[in-house]
């Protein structure tokens, strides 16, 4: 069973940083793309960034363009993404997900087949 671990949540101030991180727990497994998403109550998932499986081809919403990156270490099975000048409206469950399926950086939330147990980031103004 696949199990994607998330760390590195918590609370920042608005126009702060903070890390994600996410580890793949399965030895034999690959993640092939990855992708952070996120929710807030009562809201749809939407994507927030993705990076495909050798990490050539990355993907951004709109709304963190500029501010948050992406990147992976796969010999570690780990993909990081880090929030650059935070915002209130950054606040939000963040979740990991991999896919076994797909190679390149997808928007959409199907392509992923493998999700965290989502990790909380609040942005105080």
């Known amino acids: 069973q696949v199990q994607l671990v998330e760390s590195g949540g918590g609370v920042v101030q608005a126009g702060g940083s903070l890390r994600l991180y996410c580890a793949a727990s399965e030895r034999s497994f690959t993640p092939l793309a990855m992708a952070w998403l996120r929710q807030a109550p009562g809201k749809e998932i939407e994507s927030v960034a993705a990076?495909?499986?050798?990490?050539?081809?990355?993907y951004f919403a709109d709304s963190v363009k500029g501010r948050f990156t992406i990147s992976r270490d796969n010999d570690k099975k780990m993909v990081v993404m880090q929030l650059n000048s935070a915002k209130p409206e950054d606040s939000r469950i963040y979740y990991c997900?991999?896919?076994?399926?797909?190679?390149?950086?997808?928007?959409?939330?199907?392509?992923?087949?493998?999700w965290g147990q989502g990790i909380q980031v609040a942005v105080s103004s």
């Open positions: 997900a991999t896919s076994q399926t797909t190679i390149d950086a997808s928007e959409s939330s199907r392509a992923y087949h493998y």
């Open positions: 990076i495909s499986w050798m990490g050539s081809n990355t």
